[in-house]
């Protein structure tokens, strides 16, 4: 590699006992969860506010909470928490409100029922007052750049921001950054997209558009009948060289608001999320397509015609990247049979939810996993690095075991555990590691996490 030492000077800030880098669901349920258990928590964040896919991304609805029948609610805690109150200011609603094949879950039924649709600007809110009602200390407009290390242990994290570098040392570092990037930067091992070829999920940019007729599409769809909505014009365009976009169908969510919907359509493939070429490119071609699908929108689309943007999402969407090499990986085996772990700290039942590295296609039902499947806690902990725990998109899963815990609710459910854990190592001044996992299970118990009844 071509290189260039210079010299760079970090100001010492205060150290903590945890820090959490990232403020994504995942960094999110970790910081408040440290806190409220009693440990001195910084949560950082590179940009203005948290909520990361919540909100920078646009992303949404949040996916399901349940088991896959859609009969038992199985994250809890945090999560529930947050959409509780963000339903009591009319910035959500409750998932048990929310059935399968219905305009909130894009009229998707497997896999689908009990999502969670809410507005980015109240999760803005809400998620911040609770990490500062919890005693949560922000630190925002700072991205972490290097990881301090001693040995085999990651004591602290560098900062960078319009302040310039800074250094911040801490009991333990949880990383919610989604592309493991403390563990990265420490030395840890960590892997990438499919074992066959390394290649990974595509990006998407989210988009919301606006003045839609709601009855028009919901008349369409209903008569129209299609696995996917749209997909037959849009393989008739397709056919006619009219549409280009890698992707069956389109991916409209219904919004809190009459009239507006979520777009999940654009697709950008062969693109690596931790490069910051590749994310360029991906941003300009990302905004192409938007523009693109608005003009197809308005032509070919029940409900379209007068459709507007309103906004695109603040970052494109990154749906895979690197995942840590824990002390366990978990399979698509143990989602498949339900596979019980002792050391458990999360019950899901979202499926496996692949969008295709290389064509159009994406898998949602061709691996059906068990109604409830578990994730132990040591996903969360990094084969040889101490110091650090992994919590969200970048935990040590396989490629296809990922591509189901990734979404927004076992996001949450992950960092409310490792920041739990973390809380317990610094109380202790034992390795994350050492947790006594059954200590951990009472405590995340305690705190409205459900971990199946006893
Ligand atoms: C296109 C797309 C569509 C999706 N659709 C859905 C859906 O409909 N429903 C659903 O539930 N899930 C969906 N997902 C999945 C879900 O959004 C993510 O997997 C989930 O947000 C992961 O949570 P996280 O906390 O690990 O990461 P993120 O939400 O990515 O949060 C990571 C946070 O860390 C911050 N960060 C990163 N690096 C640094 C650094 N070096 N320094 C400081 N801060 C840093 C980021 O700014 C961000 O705030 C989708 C994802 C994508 C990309």
Redesign the pocket.
Known sequence: MNTLEFKVEAVRRPNVDVLV????????AAAVSSARNGAKTLL????GY????????L??????SYSLDGRHQLIRGVFEELVLRMEANGGAIHPSKVPANSAYC?YITYGHDK??PFDAEALKWEAAAMCQEAGVDLLLH????ETLTSGDRVTG?V?AGKSGFAAIQAGVVVD????A??IARGGGETRTGRDSDGLT??????FRVGNVDDDAVETYVRQAGETRPFASVIEAARAEGRYSIQRRGI?I?RTLQPGVW?V?TTRVQGVDGTCVDDLTRAEVEGRRQVQALMSFFRDRIAGFRDAVLIDTAA??????TRRIAGVYTLTLDDLTTGREFDDVIALCG?PVDI?SPTDAGGRLEEDPTANVYQIPYRVLVPARLDGVLA????VSATHEALAAI???????A??QAAGTAAALATRYGIAPRDVDTRELQALLRNDAAYLGDR
């Open positions: 880098v990232g403020a994504g669901p995942a960094g999110i950082v964040e590179r940009y948290v909520g990361g896919n919540l909100t920078a991304g992303v949404g609805p949040c996916m399901t894009g999502v969670t700072s991205t972490m750049v994290i900062v919610c950054s989604a592309d990037d403390v999920q595509p990006m998407t940019l989210f991916g969510y979520r999940n970052t494109i969407g990154v749906r895979e979202y969008h919590a969200g998109r970048c990734r979404v927004m609710p076992p996001a949450f992950m960092g």
